[in-house]
């Protein structure tokens, strides 16, 4: 590490031109750092909540400080509690999911400007900086063990930063010797202990950089002058050890995670390899295999080959390889001087306990060593340990390119070979996390999905006191795993209402038993695309075995897709055709099975409300599909807008169907016999002078007066087997509407056929 000597660190330099070229690479340097940062933290926006730990935290962000913090330092044994649920609450402060991820990433950005600032002011190399955050950037491996890109928002990765700004500081001290920059250290680092006990370990660093940097003073020996470096550090380590020894003698933690465990060499050291080494580019590759199996965007699925990610790789992965590799290149090309072996090899041992020293409290616990038996790959702690890999990797890179600077022909190849192995490791790390981010936004579409349920007119409308059966709201992505009244603390937390949300029959039983309302909730997703649909109703009934039933059904659909076949089974005896409601629109089913396709491209709302009601809905049954070229062979009967009807608008409550001149509604009948059907709805046009509506078909024909205040109609419609068609003109004048292309001359408000 370089010692403070005047022009160490920095190459020969003179004239206008030397920093005109200076400020050129810099400014090319930092554009290249922001276009990686982009890749970096653009795949991570679409993750929510990841972890039990993390939707326990935002369940209770909302609570009184002490009536959280207390039993939770009660339990862990751990004072500093209290000032983890001041940190813990920030990314809650406001219900705005861009908040939440600004909260969330903000830090780990502050985390590379940090490391990149620490770097140059200890080594003077402005490249190494450079080099050291690219890496990291282009090397963050994205994963779902508590790593905390997306897990534990904010208070880990700003204890991070307290303890960067304490060694910003302790350099600023040894440059300027102030008492202020001193005093700034100290805070910094109590600050860092007080969000996480790991923050202890780092005292070697201390230790180490006192003894790099202290000189001799006259009359003052070595020893002295590193204790001297040392006591701003001593001070807050031995109040916070006090506290913690205190607190924890009135307190005994009964959580293993903070209290030793059965504890063996064997066993500790597999929890230090195990949370570091998983911290190293490319570990996720070769160790998420379901993962990468289950959301590889690849048309072959997922291959562990180069050239299968080369021939499957994205835009963007293409486009990064080249920033990343061009700036690698051009940095080493720049021969960045290294002060020599010594500072390399001190850069070397500092990069290992950065390296190792995260996991050596967790490795002391019962817990993790556990964790890490039953086949855990990483923790926090993984992200601490990821500082000493990037380290170590920029530092070597360059320290070797200096070494063999001197043959240009091995110097160029080995710095083309550098820069298109970063490349390419940058490209496997973007090819993983690929897979493991969007598994991530996948799980965090149940709670977006939800929120909207909460908010529905349905869920309004059920009575406190309620039992919901839900059992699929508990099936999981990769760790986002919730305990047993997580769903009914969420909807107390949003929305105030006591409703209890199980996934236990036995409870339900209970709920029959003591008259309570009871409801079914169905959530169902598809694998790699952000489709999903719930479903939600009374229970009614129970068949034979114990599957829910009802008369009536509501579908919410939060999708691309506004058009789906929609099918489901009903639990009924009874021979024949059995009537079944879409919408208010009347089909007639055969065998007990639905199948129809539902058409709302009309409707922009993103969620959308499709009402189902028929005899006995089996309502886990109930499903949809995006695949909606099915022929309707199984539903009996059936209404068809045809010639002249334009697609539906508005939702299940209020909407409108649009029609030219005439519009041709067909009854397919292929019941056999005589369908009744009651047709009713409203019919306008676009101005308030009256005009002539003409219904006709072969059984009845109608003449109606009608304007744009509208005229309600109803009829009861005797339908023969076949095709019955029935024929609605008017003599209206074109609706004026200059941006749609469509001929609008009348409307069907709320048509329902029952």
Known sequence: MARHQKGAGTGPRSGAGAASNDNGARYFIIIALLVL?????????????????????????????????????KLNGRFHVFFQQILIKVPYLFESFAYYKTASLAPIALNVALLGIVVRQFTRSYYLSALTAAVFLSFLSNMWEHYLLTSFPFLYTTGINFLLLSLVFFHKNIEKQSRVYTVLSSVFFFLALLTYELFLTYLVLFLFLSVVYEGRGPG????????????????????????????????????????????????FLRVIYQFSVSSLPTYVYYHYQPYLSAYSGAFDGHRYSLIHIIRNARAEWAAKFIVLASLVFFILRARPPFSGLRSFLALGAVSAALFLMPPLLPAMTETYMSYVEKGLLAHTVTYFSYF??????????????????????ISFFYMLTVALGAGTIGMVTDYSNSAVSLSQSQSALKWRTFDYFLASEEFKAVPDGSVIYAPSLWQQIGFAAVYDAYWTDYISLRTGRNVIVTDRKEDMEAASSAGRPMYFLKYSQEKKDPNQFMVFSPITGLSRDGAAYSENAFLYTYSKYKRFLLFFMLDTERAGFTKVSIDNNLNVTANGFFAGVVDKTGNKEPFLKTVISGERINLDSVSLSNYTDFTGTDTAFKLVWGEGCNELEGDSTHNWRWSAPSCVLTFHNDTGGVMSATVEMKFATGYKEFSNMRIDSSLFSDNLKVNSEGVEYKRVVKVPPGRYAIRFSSDAPRVKAPLDPRVLVFKFINFKAI
């Open 37 to 73: 940062g982009v890749f970096a933290f653009f795949p991570l926006l679409g993750a929510g909540l990841t972890t039990n730990d993390d939707m326990i935290l935002q369940l209770n962000a909302g609570k009184d400080l002490l009536t959280r913090a207390l039993p939770w330092a």
């Open 220 to 267: 003052q020996g070595r020893a002295y002058g590193i204790l001297r470096r040392m006591l701003p550090y001593l001070y807050p380590v031995a109040l916070y050890l006090a506290a913690y020894f205190a607190f924890r003698y009135f307190f005994p933690s009964t959580y293993m995670g903070s209290k030793m465990g059965a504890f063996t060499i064997p066993r």
């Open 388 to 409: 000493g890999a990037v380290l170590f990797f920029a530092s070597s890179v360059i320290y070797l390119n200096q070494l063999l600077s001197k043959n240009r022909v």
